[in-house]
């Protein structure tokens, strides 16, 4: 029997990538997502790309009933749990969403899993429970102390599945923090479709590329890093889904919790990742110098020894990959799906 794993956040633009890869590694897969960030079209794609149907379930982790039902349908065996908000801006302004949507939905979901004798989970985490520790390569012993809700709604779901590891051994839990996710998938028909302005770099440069903008403001050039740009990890988004499957099969032959920096240990600047769009696409992005962004840090990326050491993994694409997937999607879909 293959076996069935529920994503919750599977519409949405990791978790469409994971459920494809998923599917392709033979497990049947369940998605719950509420369509709050992402667009049932998301389904059709991925019937195209995987030649499978995937079973589909409208609505949010903070409805017991559905989960209870979800349960009882699908003899599920693992949940990975994509589904959560995400921008850090909002979460400043409407905290309460954020604990509740973020925080109770996770509580929620790890009681009714329990009820269900379902255990093993992997969460999506961030490199933003890091904060600002004063230095720039991140491991996972670097001392966490996040700078806004988001992250800490983060933190904290990452400790309730600690705590709750240590009352009941039986659980297995992944906690991924996520660097800078990017990219899309190599056929273009499936990638990140924010909706409105977007407040991430890498879409806001292809929607640039593109002509749906004017141009891009840069967040500062006075930083201390070499071009005075600020420089991240960007990854993948089919590296970080990869990371995904692998954390899962170590978890069913072992019972340790891990916590994992998904990135690829090698930062770029702002103007870096311009350059490489700008050959990527054969477009002039245009862009401006602007004040820095406040929250915002010079520099930050991982150092992912440890993924690579206990999941037997790594990520393999570089930025000019990065790059042509994101321009491919993003000419094929000009406005999202
Ligand atoms: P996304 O918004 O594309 O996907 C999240 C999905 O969850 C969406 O489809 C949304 O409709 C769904 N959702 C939200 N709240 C829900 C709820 N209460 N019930 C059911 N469905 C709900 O975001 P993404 O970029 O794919 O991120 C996936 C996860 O990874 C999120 O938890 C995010 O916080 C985390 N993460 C993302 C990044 C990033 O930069 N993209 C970085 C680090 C961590
Ligand atoms: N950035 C920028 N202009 C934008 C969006 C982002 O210059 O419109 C910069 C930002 O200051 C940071 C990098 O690009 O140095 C990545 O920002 P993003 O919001 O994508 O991710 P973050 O690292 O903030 O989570």
């Known amino acids: 029997m293959n076996k069935k ?93 954020y604990y509740d949507n973020n925080v109770n939905g996770s509580v929620i979901l790890l009681e009714e899993m329990a009820k269900a004798n379902i255990k093993t989970i992997v969460f999506s985490s961030s490199a933003t429970v890091y904060g600002d520790p004063g230095y720039s390569q991140y491991k996972e012993d670097t001392p966490v102390a996040p700078i806004n809700v ?99 099969k170590v978890l069913e032959n072992q019972s340790e919790l891990l916590t994992l920096n998904l990135g690829t240990g090698k930062p770029n600047s702002v103007l870096e990742m311009i350059h490489a769009f700008e050959k990527a696409s054969g477009k002039k992005i245009n862009y401006e110098i602007v004040a820095r962004r406040s929250g915002d840090l010079a520099e930050y990326y991982a150092d992912p020894t440890l993924a690579e050491k206990v999941l037997g993994w790594q990520a393999q694409l570089g930025i000019d990959r990065m790059c042509e997937d994101t321009w491919r999607w993003q000419m094929n879909n000009p406005n999202g799906y």
Not at 20 to 26: C, K
Not at 176 to 205: C, K, T
Not at 209 to 224: C, H, I, M, T
Not at 229 to 239: F, L, M, P
Request: with cysteine; net charge negative; glycine share 10%.
């Open 150 to 248: 988001y992250g800490r709604t983060k933190l904290m779901v990452e400790d309730i599945i600690k705590d709750l590891k240590n009352s009941d051994a039986s659980w297995r839990a992944a906690l991924l923090r996520y660097f800078n996710p990017v990219g899309a998938h190599a056929s273009g028909q499936m990638g990140e479709n924010p909706s409105g302005i977007p407040n991430n770099l890498m879409p806001f440069v292809a929607q640039v590329a593109v002509g749906k903008r004017e141009k891009l403001s840069v967040y500062g050039n006075d930083y201390n890093t070499p071009d005075g740009t600020g420089k991240r990890d960007y990854i993948h988004v089919e590296d970080l889904a990869a990371g995904h499957l692998a954390a899962l």
């Open 5 to 97: 794993v529920l994503v919750t956040g599977g519409t949405g633009y990791i978790g469409s990538h994971t459920v494809v890869q998923l599917l392709a590694a033979n497990y049947s897969v369940v998605i719950l997502d509420n369509l709050c960030n992402s667009s049932r079209e998301v389904l059709n794609r991925i019937e195209l790309l995987s030649g499978k149907k995937v079973d589909f379930v409208e609505g949010d982790i903070r409805n017991r009933d559905v989960l209870q039902t979800t349960f009882q349908l699908h003899g599920i065996d693992s949940v990975i749990h994509f589904a959560g908000l995400k921008a850090v801006g909002e979460s400043q302004t409407q905290p309460l969403m």
